[in-house]
């Protein structure tokens, strides 16, 4: 039994709101000044489940910084990792079951849950705050569980449009209990909530932060050749993205493969370091894919970060690929897409509605539905270099208006703005 079962994030950095007010419009900059002398004073506290890997860890290591810069207290707690591997395995299935997967949960495995969520509620209760935010469903019941009298936020950050129904059920009283239940796309808002409660943010990057750092190809491509192994002169095409059967790295090779055909000096680069403990499953993926890849010396796959700098190798992949794919069935967002997109880069998304939700196919990237459609892309795109950089540079204006950080804090002032009135 660990000792707690979460743990603060201790940040090590600020940043300077002068930095990141550039980034608005003048009306939007002052109603952002105006919602935060609101809050002054007021404690803001954000749970999720690792403090490292995948996307919400990437916007809450943000947020907390701009909220710190905008006079709003808040912290960050995410779950002990020595909670143990049985309680993610449990919380796996449940984000698969919520992302429609018909996963089979025990009833020994629901009582562990449980429990541990009841421990993990008596300390969300010592926690002194106006307002407590959830991330995602590995907390839940916790949050729910907690006998607070603050305001209590749900966020889910993946897409619920088709749940599978058991698990749903299960957990829809724990979900309605919340004043506030936040969603990335109004297509995953299932009927059974109350409307007045649910509110829709769109997801953002932070343009200030390390992963947005833009540096030429050719010295990204040196750096993967030193750190990767990655030819430094061939077509390169890159995914990056934990592995997960939602994000389909399989049909990627399967695409891959075909472009061979016409391209066979192309490299492809799998990049998805295994940093987040919530996601156990990803080993067998991992294995899966390897098996697949075989001993093609065209095919790199990235997955342990022993004695890799993880930012730094997936800055540079985004950076030096002639091509991003990130061909996902289910997607809450993307934020590797609007990472991609924000770099300039031509993406070629799968169906997944997060993705639809920044691309516009043939505008500032592509959609695609199968691996055959996603090889003739690629084949097109390699010998239209004019075309991508048409791509890039209509991807990089989408992010600048709809998916920058400031706006996603706005967001969140007025949220718990209206907790609290
Ligand atoms: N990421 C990374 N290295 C990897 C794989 C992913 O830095 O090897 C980052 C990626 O840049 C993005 C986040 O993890 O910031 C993934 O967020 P996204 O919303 O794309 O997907 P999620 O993992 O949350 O499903």
């Known amino acids: 039994m660990p000792r707690t079962y979460l743990e603060k994030v201790i940040f090590s950095k600020q940043v300077r709101r002068a930095d990141f007010l550039r980034f608005m419009p003048e009306g939007q900059k002052r109603e952002l000044l105006k919602q935060a002398s609101y809050l002054q004073g007021k404690r803001v506290v954000h749970i999720n489940a690792v403090a490292d890997g995948g996307g919400v860890a990437e916007i809450l290591a943000s947020l907390i910084l701009y909220l710190r810069s905008l006079g709003v207290e808040s912290d ?11 309680f993610f395995e449990t ?7 919520l992302q429609g997967a018909p996963v089979k949960i025990s009833g020994r495995e629901w009582d562990e849950y449980k429990e541990i969520s009841r421990r993990i509620a008596e300390e969300l209760e010592k926690i002194d705050c106006d307002i407590l935010a959830i991330n995602d469903s590995q907390l839940l019941l916790a949050g729910y569980l907690a006998h607070l009298t603050k305001h209590k936020i749900y966020f889910s950050h993946i897409d619920t449009s088709s749940v599978f129904k058991p698990v749903w059920k299960k957990l829809l009283p724990a979900i309605k209990f919340y004043h506030r239940i936040v969603f990335s796309n109004r297509d995953f808002v299932n009927g059974s909530l109350p409307g007045r409660k649910v509110k829709i943010f769109t997801p953002a990057i932070d343009p200030l932060a390390p ?6 190809q050719k010295e990204a491509r040196l750096y993967l050749k030193k750190y990767g192994g990655v030819p430094a002169h061939c077509p390169l095409i890159a995914q990056i993205s934990r592995f997960d059967i939602w994000k389909n790295p399989m049909g990627v090779i399967q695409a891959f493969r075909i472009v061979q055909n016409t391209y066979p000096n192309a490299q492809l680069i799998l990049v998805g370091f295994n940093t987040a403990n919530d996601n156990p499953a990803a080993k067998t993926v991992y294995k899966d894919i390897a098996a697949v890849a075989g001993k093609s010396r065209e095919i790199s796959l990235f997955f342990d970060p022993k004695g890799k700098n993880v930012l730094e190798f997936t800055v540079m992949t985004q950076n030096g690929a002639d091509i991003i794919v990130q061909n996902s069935i289910k997607e809450g967002f993307g934020l590797v897409v609007t990472e991609a997109m924000w770099k300039r880069q031509t993406v070629i998304g799968g169906p997944a509605l997060g993705i639809r939700k920044q691309i516009s196919n043939g505008k500032n990237g592509f959609i695609v539905k199968s691996p055959e459609e996603m090889a003739q892309k690629i084949i097109f795109l390699l010998s239209h270099p004019a075309k991508r950089r048409l791509v890039g540079n209509s991807a990089r204006k989408t992010v600048f208006g709809s998916f920058l950080f400031p706006r996603l804090v706005l967001d969140h002032l007025k949220l718990y703005r209206s907790c609290l009135k």
């Open 211 to 216: 992963k947005q750092k833009i540096v030429s």
């Open 76 to 86: 960050w707690y995410f779950i002990n990792p020595d909670v143990g591997k049985r």
């Open 91 to 97: 919380t796996n299935k449940i984000h698969n079951a």
